[in-house]
C-alpha cells in the first residue's frame, strides 16, 4: 500500500522543470491570457457579494468541523448512501481504488467508460489503469479530451489544456479526429468536440465522475461543470462510478448554500457555473441503473496528521490561488510535476506523499500571500509553505542553501514571538538577493524564473507594519 | 490484513487527536452571511431577467391563463414543431397546432429525434439566475432536458426566490430526487478563454415567465 500523486514521485526538481519551460515563450503568452482573463471576471463577480468575507469565514469553519469529525461524517454518508441504493467502497490508496474501478467495469463485461473531469482520477493515474487492464477511457470535458489526444499533462486545476493555444488545439484534433479541414476558431473546436463525444454519450454504458462535495447528511454527491459533459456522464450511462477523496464531505445540504456562492465565483469567474447535478443513489428509470462510490485516502490522512498544516484539505480545488501566483504564471503547472499545480500543489503533492517526494515544491513560492488572499475557503498557504520547508529541512533533506536560509528563519523564530505574517519570513530569505527593489536571485529554487522576469520584492515594512508605527507616533 | 474501511477509520482517529480545540461545533459555525433578500417580487423578477439575458437566454412573459398561446408563439418564433413533455405535464398548457411527445420510457435514440423539451422547474434563485430542476417530477427525466438541442422553461413568477441560501434551503426539501441546476446554456471557456455556447447540453434554453397565480 502505498500514495501515488500522478508522476509527482519521479518528476525532476521543481527549480530544474521550471527553468527549460521559461524558454517557452509560447507557453507563457498562453499562461498570461488566461490567468489574466480568469483574475478579472473572478474580481468583478467577486465584489459584487457584500458579505464575501463572511461565505470565507464560514467555509472555513465548515471544512475545519469536518475533518475534524471525518470519521463519523463518513459513517454517516456511507449509510445514507446505501440507503439511497448507492454502493459504497474504500480505497486506502490510488492502486486499490484503481483495482475496484476497474473490477466493477469488468464485471459488467464492458470495456469502454466515458468520464467527466475528476482531478482526483489523475492523481491515481486511473486512465494508465484502465488502459491496461484492457478499458477505454473517454475524457469528456473538453480541456481534458485536448489533453487526452494530445498525450499531454494538465497544467491547471480548473481549465487543465490552458497552455494551449487554439492553433495546436486544432492541430490535435486535426490528427486525432481525421479532420483535415477543421478550422481554428473556438466555435469550430468546441462543435468539433460535441460531434466526437456525442455518439459516445450514447453509446458507452459505464461513466466515471469524481465529486465537488458529498453530504453526509443525504448521501448526495454533487458535481460542478459548465459544458454539460458531466450531466451526460452521471445520467445517461447505465452504471455510474464516483470517486469521491474522502476529504469532500460536507454535513448538511444546506451547506451548499455557502460553496456553491464561492466555488463558481473563484474558479470561472462566474455567479455561477451553467450546471449543478445532485443526486442520491440510483433513481428509477431516470439514469444509471447502479451507482459506485468509492471513498479515497490515498494520503489524506497524512495530510490530517499534522495539525500545522491539515487546513490543506479543505481546498475546494478552485485554482483561484494558480491564477493569483506570480510563480505559476511565469512556469505553468508543467514545472510542479504533479496534477495538483500552483500553490495548492506546493503544499498538497509533497504532504499526500508523507514530505517523501516532490520536496521542492514548498520552495516554488515568494510568500508573496496572493494565494492566501484569494483563497475562498482560507487557506493560510504561505504558512503552511514555511512549516513544510521547516518540516523538509529538519529531516535534513532540503538543498543546501535552502537549510542555510531556513536556519536564518529558525534564529529569527527562536528569538521573538512567533511570526504571523510570511511577508516577514521573505524578507529574511530574500535579503541577500535584493538588488534596486527588485529580486535578483533568489536561492535556487525561484533562479530559473527570476533571471527571466524580475519579480517586485517585497517591501521591507509591510502596510500593516507601517500602520501599526504610525499609530504609535500619534499617540492613538 | 484488515479490510480498507477499517484501517482509513483508524488512520482517521489517529489523525484526529490533534484537531481537537480548533474546530468548531456544528451548531457554532458563525454564518454571518447574507441569508435572504430584501427585493419584493417584482425587483426579483427583473433581477432574475437580467442575469437570464446576460447568459443568452430569451426571456418572453404571459398571464397564466395565456400559457398555452404563450407557447404557441414561442414555437412559432422558433420554428420548431415536435417537442418532448415530461409524463405529467398538463395538457391542457400544450397548444394544438404542434406535436408533443409525452415521455412514457422513450429511448435516448428517441429523445434525440426530438426538435426540443418543453418543462416546468421547481424554483429559480434570481442573483445567479439559476433554474432549478427536480427531475422525475415537473423537469421530466434528467435525459429529457439534456439531449435535445433546445429547452423551453416555464418558470412561475412566485417561484423565484433571491438569493442561493434561499434557494438552497427549499432544494434540501427534496434532496433526494435528482436534481439539475441551470444558469445559462452549455458553456466552454477552454479554449483561449473564449465563451462558447452550447458544447453538450442543449443550445438554446428559453425562458417563460408566467405571471399571475401559480397552477
Ligand atoms: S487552495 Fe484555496 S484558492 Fe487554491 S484551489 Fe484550493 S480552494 Fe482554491
Redesign the interface.
Known amino acids: 500500500m502505498s500514495v501515488r500523486v500522478g508522476h509527482a514521485a519521479e518528476a525532476e526538481d521543481f527549480p530544474m522543470a521550471a527553468k527549460k519551460l521559461l524558454q517557452n515563450r509560447q507557453l507563457r503568452d498562453n499562461l498570461r491570457h488566461a490567468t489574466d482573463v480568469i483574475r478579472g471576471k473572478r474580481a468583478k463577480v467577486v465584489n459584487e457579494l457584500p458579505d464575501w468575507e463572511e461565505l470565507r469565514s464560514a467555509a472555513h469553519e465548515v471544512k475545519e468541523h469536518v475533518l475534524r469529525y471525518l470519521g463519523s461524517y463518513l459513517e454517516q454518508f456511507e449509510q445514507k448512501c446505501k440507503q439511497a441504493g448507492g454502493q459504497v467502497h474504500w480505497a486506502r490508496d490510488a492502486s486499490e481504488a484503481n483495482g475496484i474501478i476497474a473490477g466493477i467495469i469488468k464485471r459488467h463485461g464492458e470495456s469502454e467508460v466515458i468520464k467527466v473531469k475528476t482531478m482526483t482520477s489523475d492523481e491515481m493515474s486511473l486512465n494508465d489503469a484502465l488502459q491496461a487492464a484492457g478499458i477505454t477511457p473517454y475524457e469528456t470535458d473538453l480541456a481534458d479530451l485536448i489533453i487526452q489526444l494530445g498525450e499531454d499533462a494538465p497544467s491547471h486545476i480548473v481549465v487543465p489544456a490552458l497552455h494551449r493555444n487554439r492553433s495546436e488545439v486544432r492541430q490535435i484534433f486535426q490528427e486525432k479526429m481525421h479532420l483535415k479541414d477543421l478550422g481554428d476558431r473556438p466555435e469550430d473546436l468546441t462543435a468539433a468536440a460535441r460531434e466526437y463525444l456525442r455518439e459516445k454519450f450514447l453509446r458507452v454504458k459505464i461513466g466515471i465522475s469524481g465529486a465537488n462535495f458529498a453530504i453526509a447528511e443525504s448521501g448526495s454527491v454533487v458535481v460542478v461543470e459548465s459544458e454539460g459533459n458531466g450531466r451526460m456522464c452521471v445520467s445517461l450511462p447505465r452504471v455510474l462510478i464516483t470517486i469521491v477523496g474522502i476529504e469532500k464531505i460536507l454535513p448538511r445540504f444546506e451547506d451548499l448554500e455557502i460553496f456553491l456562492q464561492l466555488l463558481p465565483r473563484s474558479a470561472t469567474g462566474e455567479r455561477m457555473n451553467p450546471y449543478n447535478s445532485i443526486w442520491a443513489g440510483p433513481s428509477g428509470t431516470d439514469g444509471p441503473q447502479e451507482f459506485h462510490v468509492v471513498l479515497l485516502d490515498n494520503g489524506r490522512t497524512n495530510v490530517m496528521a499534522d495539525p500545522e498544516s491539515s487546513e490543506t484539505l479543505d481546498c475546494i480545488r478552485c485554482g483561484a490561488c494558480l491564477n493569483a501566483c506570480p510563480v505559476y504564471r511565469q512556469t505553468g503547472g508543467h514545472a510542479y510535476g504533479s496534477v495538483y499545480a500552483g500553490p495548492i500543489g506546493a503544499i498538497l503533492t509533497p504532504q499526500l506523499q508523507a514530505l517523501e517526494h516532490s520536496q521542492s515544491l514548498p520552495y516554488a513560492s515568494s510568500l508573496c500571500g496572493a494565494c492566501y488572499e484569494v483563497c475562498p475557503v482560507k487557506i493560510n498557504i504561505p504558512d503552511i509553505l514555511i512549516h513544510l520547508r521547516g518540516e523538509i529541512v529538519k529531516r535534513g533533506d532540503a538543498p543546501l542553501n535552502e537549510r542555510i536560509a531556513m536556519k536564518a528563519v529558525g534564529f529569527a523564530l527562536s528569538n521573538g514571538r512567533r511570526l504571523s505574517t510570511a511577508q516577514k519570513l521573505a524578507r529574511i530569505v530574500q535579503r541577500p538577493f535584493e538588488h534596486d527593489g527588485n529580486l535578483q536571485d533568489l536561492p535556487s529554487m525561484l533562479a530559473g524564473w527570476t533571471t527571466f522576469r524580475d519579480l517586485a520584492a517585497v517591501p521591507k515594512t509591510s502596510f500593516r507594519e507601517w500602520w501599526a508605527e504610525r499609530g504609535k507616533g500619534t499617540g492613538t | 490484513m484488515t479490510?480498507?474501511?477499517e484501517?482509513?477509520?483508524r488512520?482517521?482517529?489517529?489523525?484526529?487527536h490533534?484537531?481537537?480545540e480548533?474546530?468548531?461545533?456544528?451548531d457554532t459555525?458563525?454564518?454571518?452571511?447574507?441569508?435572504s433578500g430584501t427585493r419584493d417580487q417584482a425587483q426579483r423578477i427583473e433581477l432574475f431577467c437580467d442575469?437570464l439575458r446576460d447568459?443568452g437566454s430569451a426571456v418572453y412573459t404571459c398571464q397564466s391563463d395565456e400559457i398555452t398561446s404563450g407557447i404557441a408563439n414561442l414555437l412559432n418564433t422558433r420554428q420548431l414543431s415536435c417537442l418532448l413533455v415530461p409524463s405529467g405535464f398538463p395538457a391542457q398548457w400544450l397548444p394544438r397546432e404542434f406535436e408533443f411527445i409525452s415521455d412514457h420510457?422513450l429511448t435516448?435514440?428517441q429523445i434525440?429525434r426530438a426538435d426540443g423539451v418543453i418543462t416546468a422547474c421547481a424554483l429559480a434563485?434570481a442573483?445567479?439566475?439559476?433554474i432549478v430542476l427536480r427531475?422525475?417530477e415537473e423537469a421530466g427525466?434528467?435525459?429529457l432536458t439534456?439531449?435535445p438541442d433546445y429547452h423551453l422553461c416555464l418558470v412561475f413568477e412566485n417561484q423565484i426566490v433571491e438569493t442561493?441560501?434561499e434557494?438552497?434551503?427549499a432544494?434540501?426539501t427534496f434532496?433526494?430526487?435528482?436534481?439539475?441546476?441551470?444558469?445559462?446554456?452549455?458553456?466552454?471557456?477552454?479554449?483561449?478563454?473564449?465563451r462558447?455556447k452550447?458544447?453538450?447540453?442543449p443550445r438554446t434554453l428559453d425562458v417563460l415567465l408566467v405571471g399571475g397565480l401559480n397552477v
Not at chain 2, 11 to 16: F, G, K, P, S
Not at chain 2, 22 to 26: D, L, P, T
Open positions: 479490510n480498507a474501511k484501517e482509513i477509520m488512520r482517521i482517529q489517529n489523525a484526529t490533534g484537531l481537537l480548533r474546530a468548531r461545533e456544528y459555525i458563525s454564518r454571518n452571511y447574507i441569508q442575469r447568459y420510457r435516448n435514440e434525440g434563485i442573483s445567479t439566475g439559476t427531475h422525475s427525466r434528467r435525459a439534456l439531449i442561493v441560501p434557494g438552497i434551503r432544494m434540501s434532496s433526494l430526487a435528482p436534481i439539475t441546476t441551470i444558469s445559462g446554456p452549455s458553456a466552454t471557456s477552454d479554449i483561449e478563454m473564449t462558447i452550447g458544447v453538450h447540453g
